[in-house]
């Protein structure tokens, strides 16, 4: 597999179990919203890599990533510890089946993703396409405790500082998050199967269409309700009313 180094820019941590990062862009490197690229360190003279999907827009001169943070984990130990200045090594192939294109034309765009789930929405709603395409685009986020509600603040805005599309986002977006965890949390707290079931997160696949990433859990028993509704998976050869990432579910 092929890979380089990229110097690490800045570090956030969200949490003791979550961050982000930002690297330098290579000047070859290319990408489409919502796609993800293999990234990591190298441990015992070894490439040590994991997917993670780009939160970055594709015209960002950064890369940005989003992780959990596993105590005992091979990567994650280690890599929540890099500081400016510091080296990971980068895939050169972005891939990934979450992408406008696997989509058919619809109304309204569903971006549900649990915890780091939300990562690839963060690059799919900077693109100005994603607004040309759809008249509402909906971040459907849950998490367990309030501090997992990575990047709240600019969503909570609609991107009111983004240089290409806070105008749209400022009609088109809408943030959803759910909290399911928390006894302090007082707004929605359920998780979004039992919103779907139950019918208050209505979802038309006529007009609805949806992309899921997070837990493998959530995606196949969203994936499943979603068949049940009358929606069907897409890829970029064959669009469809719905798409999941199938390398994270296998």
């Not at 939160?55 to 960002?60: I, K, L, T, V």
């Not at 130990?77 to 089946?97: H, N, V």
């Not at 509402?136 to 983004?162: G, P």
Request: hydrophobic fraction near 40%; glycine fraction near 8%; aromatic fraction near 8%.
């Amino acid at each position: 597999m092929a890979f380089t180094p990229a110097k690490v820019l800045t570090t956030h941590h969200w949490n003791e179990g979550l961050f982000s990062f930002t690297v330098e862009r290579p000047s070859s490197f290319r990408f489409v919203s919502g796609q993800f690229v293999m990234l990591g360190l190298t441990v015992d003279g070894k490439p040590l890599l994991r997917a993670y999907s780009v939160a970055s827009p594709m015209w960002d001169e950064s890369l940005e990533f989003l992780s959990i943070i596993v105590p005992d984990g091979p990567l994650t130990s280690r890599l929540y510890k890099i500081q400016p200045g510091d080296e990971i090594l980068l895939g050169g192939k972005p891939t990934g089946t979450l992408t406008l294109d696997a989509l058919l034309p619809g109304k309204r765009l569903h971006l549900i993703g649990t915890g780091t789930g939300l990562a690839p929405w963060m690059s799919i709603i900077r693109d100005p396409e994603a607004y040309e395409r759809f008249e509402q685009i909906t971040v459907q986020h849950t998490v367990r405790q309030i501090q997992d509600l990575a990047y709240r603040e600019m969503l909570e805005s609609k991107l009111k500082d983004d240089p290409l599309v806070a105008e749209e986002a400022a009609k088109q977006l809408v943030y959803d998050c759910s909290v399911t965890k928390c006894p302090t949390w007082v707004d929605e707290n359920r998780r979004i199967t039992t919103r779907i079931e139950s019918g208050d997160y209505p979802l038309d696949p006529e007009t609805d269409r949806v992309m899921l990433c997070g837990s493998m859990a959530m995606i196949k028993e969203t994936g499943a309700l979603l068949e049940s509704l009358g929606f069907v998976e897409g890829a970029q050869s064959k669009p469809g009313t719905y798409v999941l990432e199938r390398a994270f579910v296998g």
